[in-house]
C-alpha cells in the first residue's frame, strides 16, 4: 500500500526527471504499482482510510511522485456530471486541444509540495486524449473540466514539470487569457 512517506518532495531529482515509455506486455511489478498509485487515490478519498493512515486527499498521482520513472499515472475523481473516472493512463498524450484555456480559481496544489503556492495554472480548457490502460486497450478521450485539468497536471509530472513552473511570476493572478503557458 502506497503511504505519504512513499511519495517524494520537491527536491527529489526524479520530480524534474522525464519518465520513460512503458513497455508491454507489464511486468507483475510494473502492474503492481500502476495498481498501488490508484489504490492510493482510492484510500486517500475515503475518510477512514485516510484518516488511519495519515493520507492526504489526491485525484491524481503520477508514477515519478512515487520515485518510479514509468511513464504513468492514475486518476479518480468525479467529473463535472458526476461520473467516475477511474483509471492508470499509461503512455499518455494529448492529441489535440481547444484554444480556449482555463484554470482553477483557488489554484492548485500538489502531493508532492508541502507549501501553497498561489497563482493561477493555465491549462487548456479542453483535451483529446490518448493512453493505454493497463490491460494493454488503446482509449480515446475527450476531456472538460476538472479531468482535463487534472490529466494535465499529471502529464506535467511525467515531464519533469510542477504546476508552479506555469504561474505568471509577475502577476500570479493574471487575467489568464493574455497569458503564455509554459510549454
Ligand atoms: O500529481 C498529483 N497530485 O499532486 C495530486 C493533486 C492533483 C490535482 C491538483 C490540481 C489538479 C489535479 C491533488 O489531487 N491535490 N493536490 C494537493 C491537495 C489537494 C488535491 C486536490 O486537488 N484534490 C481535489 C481537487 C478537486 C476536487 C477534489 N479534490
Ligand atoms: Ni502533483
Known amino acids: 500500500m502506497i503511504l505519504m512517506d512513499d511519495i517524494i518532495r520537491e527536491g527529489h531529482p ?3 526527471t522525464k519518465a520513460e515509455e512503458v513497455k508491454f506486455p507489464l511486468t507483475d511489478e510494473v502492474r503492481q504499482l500502476a495498481e498501488d498509485m490508484l ?3 482510492i ?3 475515503d475518510p477512514e482510510i485516510a484518516d488511519k493512515y495519515n493520507l492526504r486527499g489526491g485525484i491524481g498521482l503520477a508514477a515519478n511522485q512515487v520515485n518510479s520513472l514509468q511513464r504513468m499515472f492514475a486518476l479518480h475523481l468525479t467529473d463535472d456530471n458526476g461520473e467516475q473516472l477511474s483509471f492508470v493512463a499509461i503512455n499518455p498524450k494529448i492529441v489535440s486541444h481547444s484554444v480556449e484555456n482555463t484554470y482553477l480559481p483557488a489554484g492548485e496544489g500538489c502531493l508532492s509540495v508541502d507549501r501553497n503556492v498561489p497563482g493561477y495554472v493555465p491549462r487548456h480548457a479542453r483535451v483529446t486524449v490518448k493512453f493505454k490502460t493497463i490491460d494493454g486497450e488503446e482509449k480515446k478521450m475527450r476531456l472538460k473540466g476538472m479531468p482535463a485539468i487534472a490529466f494535465q497536471h499529471e502529464l506535467d509530472h511525467l515531464n519533469g514539470i510542477m504546476f508552479y513552473d ?3 511570476e509577475k502577476n500570479p493572478f493574471a487575467d489568464i487569457t493574455d497569458s503564455t ?3
Do not use: D
Request: glycine share 0%; aromatic share 14%; no cysteine.
Open 43 to 45: 484510500n486517500s478519498q
Open 14 to 16: 526524479t520530480l524534474r
Open 166 to 168: 506555469r504561474i505568471n
Open 39 to 41: 489504490q492510493y487515490l
Open 181 to 183: 503557458p509554459y510549454e
